[in-house]
């Protein structure tokens, strides 16, 4: 397992790119309604406060195991998440 920083450094990562790409798509699609955006960028924010503080309490600290099954479950939460915040945005292209 990487460590706690790097894992924090990588929900910031994907975190920032969905929200830059938001931006991005603002301005290549300005006949989008922004309400639309604005919730999906409030959720990506809610979604890295949210990660950001189950990173800084983790489950069983006093077990080395569980302490790694909690993180590998962390990260498949964040790339299920950033994938299903991805996929809303390209779902706006649709509409």
Not at 62 to 91: C, E, H, M, W
Request: proline share 3%; aromatic share 8%.
């Amino acid at each position: 397992m990487a460590s706690v920083r790097e894992l924090k450094k990588d929900i910031d990562y994907l975190i920032y790119e969905v929200i830059s790409d938001c931006f991005v798509f603002s301005e290549l699609h300005p006949e989008i309604k922004s309400d639309e955006l604005s919730a999906l960028i409030s959720e990506a924010v809610d979604f890295r406060n949210d990660l950001i503080a189950r990173v800084n309490n983790p489950d069983g600290k006093d077990n080395p195991k569980i302490v790694k099954a909690y993180y590998k479950t962390l990260q498949k939460d964040l790339l299920t998440g950033v994938d299903k915040l991805f996929t809303r945005l390209s779902d706006l292209t649709k509409n």
